[in-house]
């Protein structure tokens, strides 16, 4: 059964993007033509990336049981190695649910190979561009004709990277740009396959502890307080199971704010998650913030570089965003 503005609101802690962010969720389940049966099921197919502390909101909720105080039984449907891999997913029909980056979801959806919509962000920056320790690199300018790694195309590291070069007149064709999956990049680093790999925590704070690697530049070097990672929900439970919508964004923002308050047993749930050590963890927090709100326009710019890129041909980049996000917030 459908709850009420008030009901969807209470237990929670709103600002006001929050508030006109729930309302319009609101009446978007509103707005469906079905409505969740009373003897549906209650579970919830969810993926995350494997190690990935930019999701440590999901791993919190699992461990707290903050979605089964939201009436939802999650089932882990999948836990993969990259965001492009994720959302295969949803186009197969295997997950309801994902905590995935950015960058895959936008070019999934706009390619119309997955029917999804973004209900709230889950972190801005978070990653971080590595050298080996003690390189000769002083900026990125020094990796010019050098092998960089990505975690796949369409990541949002592949789109910072080559925004980097961009930035500093460098040719994509001057740089060899290669995909190496996060928990390989250090050996290979190490090993001298390549001269630099960008990534998200926590392997580049893993690279400094393990005192093989150093930063060169944090992601918020190149696109200051950038968009990252997103929760996502299939069209179909959007559809079909607005209840699970509204549960699932009420556990997730009490996920952040549990994290906000309750620092050091974060630290150890990302620890447990991610089977990283607790020093890791720690550092790689400082480069990560976990906030909610996810501003459009950044999401625009966003779209329009993956059209110069290719990996889209989005007519109208500002109307796409608006039919992608569930808040048209600026």
């Given at each position: 059964m459908l709850q009420s503005k008030e009901q969807i609101q209470q237990g929670i802690s709103l600002n006001p993007f929050t508030t006109t962010f729930m309302l319009v969720l609101f009446s978007l389940i509103l707005s469906s033509s079905c409505t969740q049966s009373k003897n549906e099921s209650d579970?919830?197919?969810?993926?995350?990336?494997?190690?990935?502390l930019h999701h440590l909101p999901a791993f919190v909720a699992l461990?707290?049981?903050?979605?089964?105080?939201?009436g939802l039984s999650v089932e882990v449907a999948g836990i993969f190695k990259a965001g492009p891999e994720l959302m295969s997913g949803f186009a197969a029909g295997s997950l309801d649910a994902g905590y995935v980056g950015l960058a895959p979801a936008t070019v999934a959806v706009?390619?119309?190979?997955?029917?999804?919509?973004?209900?709230?962000?889950?972190?801005?920056?978070?990653?971080?561009?590595v050298v080996k320790r003690g390189s000769p690199y002083q900026d990125i300018t020094g990796l010019k004709g050098k092998v960089i790694a990505i975690p796949g195309h369409a990541t949002i590291q592949d789109f910072?990277?080559?925004?980097?070069?961009?930035d500093s007149h460098i040719k994509d064709n001057l740089t060899t740009i290669i995909t190496i999956k996060p928990p390989e990049m250090i050996n290979a680093l190490a090993l001298n396959t390549i001269d630099a790999f960008i990534a998200w925590e926590p392997y580049p704070s893993m690279?400094?502890?393990?005192e093989l690697g150093q930063v060169l530049m944090y992601s918020r070097d190149i696109w200051w307080d950038h968009p990252c990672c997103v929760l996502v929900v299939s069209d179909q439970l959007v559809k079909h199971s607005p209840y699970k919508v509204q549960s699932l964004?009420?556990?997730?923002?009490?996920?952040?704010?549990?994290?906000?308050?309750?620092?050091?047993?974060?630290v150890s749930i990302g620890a447990k998650y991610t089977g990283m050590d607790k020093k890791t963890i720690e550092r790689a927090l400082h480069n990560?913030?976990?906030d909610h709100q996810l501003r459009s326009n950044q999401v625009v710019e966003y779209m329009r570089f993956l059209n110069e890129l290719g990996y889209t041909s989005i007519a109208d980049p500002p109307a796409?965003?608006?039919?992608?996000?569930v808040t048209d917030e600026e």
């Open positions: 579970s919830v197919r969810l993926a995350y990336l494997q190690t990935d461990e707290k049981g903050l979605y089964a105080q939201e706009a390619n119309n190979t997955v029917q999804a919509k973004v209900i709230s962000q889950i972190n801005k920056n978070g990653s971080a561009l910072l990277v080559r925004r980097a070069l961009s690279a400094l502890t393990k964004l009420k556990a997730h923002l009490k996920s952040i704010d549990y994290i906000e308050h309750n620092l050091n047993d974060a990560i913030q976990f796409f965003v608006k039919s992608l996000l």
